[in-house]
C-alpha cells in the first residue's frame, strides 16, 4: 500500500481555482477534468508495457505498449467529474459506474447503482471520486469491486482527510492511493477543511 501525494505545479495552481468559493459550475468542471488528467499522466507513468513488433515506413521494429488494460471506475456523482480528464489519457479505458450517496445524518454511505465492464477481474482499476472524507464511501466502492473479482485496484481522489486516508489503507492495505492533496481534517459535518465543499453540488450547479 502506497499514499501518494501529486506533487506538480499544474496540479497545486488547478486546485486552487477549484478551492476558491467564487469559481462558478463551467469552470470549476473544466479544472477538475484537467486535473485529473495530469493526475492520470502522472499514475500510468509505470504502468506494465509489453514489447510488439511493428513495422514503421523505414523497417520492422520492436515498441512497446501498455500490456494492461485500464478500467474507469467513477463513484457517482461526484467522479464524473475526473472521468472524461483520465479518459482524454487513457482513450482505451473502459468505464463503471458506482452509485453512492453519503447519509448527511450518519455519514454512511448507501448503493444505488453498479455497473461493469467485464474485464475488470484481469484491467487496472482506477476508482476515481474527488473527496475521501471519512473514507466510507472508497472502502464499501472497492468492498463491491473486490467482490466482483477486481484485483488490480487503485484509488484516485482530488483531495483527502486523514481520516479518509486511515480508513481506507486499514480496510484495503492492497490499494494504493493517490491524491492532488491531503488536507487537514474534516469538520463536526463531515466536510473536509480547507477542502472545496459539496463537490457534486459544485460540478453539476445543484446547489
Ligand atoms: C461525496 C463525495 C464522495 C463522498 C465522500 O459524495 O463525492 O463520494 O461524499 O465522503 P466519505 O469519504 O465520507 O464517504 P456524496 O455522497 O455527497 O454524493 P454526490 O457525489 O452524489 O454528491
Ligand atoms: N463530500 C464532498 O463533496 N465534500 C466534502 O468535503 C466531503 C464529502
Known sequence: MSVTILNHSLIKHKLTNIRKKETKTKDF??????????MAYEISRDFPLKKVEIETPMCKSIQYEVAQDVVIV?????????????????????VGFIGLYRDEETL????????????????????V???????????????????RGAKDIRY???VGA????????????????????LDDKLNEDGYIVPGLGD???RLFGTK
Not at 468542471?29 to 495530469?38: D, K, N, P, R, T
Not at 461526484?78 to 479505458?93: K, Q, V
Not at 461493469?116 to 482499476?125: A, E, G, K, M, R
Open 129 to 147: 471520486d474527488p473527496m475521501l472524507a471519512t473514507g466510507g464511501s472508497a472502502v464499501a466502492a472497492i468492498d463491491m469491486l473486490k467482490k
Open 162 to 181: 486523514p481520516e479518509g486516508v486511515k480508513l481506507l489503507s486499514n480496510a484495503h492495505p492492497d490499494v494504493d492511493i493517490y491524491l492532488a492533496a
Open 74 to 94: 467513477p463513484i457517482l456523482r461526484a467522479g464524473l467529474g475526473m472521468t472524461e480528464g483520465i479518459r482524454s489519457m487513457i482513450p482505451t479505458a473502459k
Open 108 to 127: 454512511e454511505p448507501h448503493e444505488y447503482y453498479a455497473k461493469f465492464p467485464s474485464t475488470i477481474t484481469s484491467s487496472i482499476v482506477l476508482v
Open 156 to 158: 484516485v481522489g482530488l
Open 199 to 201: 463537490c457534486g453540488d
Open 29 to 38: 468542471y473544466q479544472h477538475v477534468q484537467e486535473i485529473a488528467g495530469l
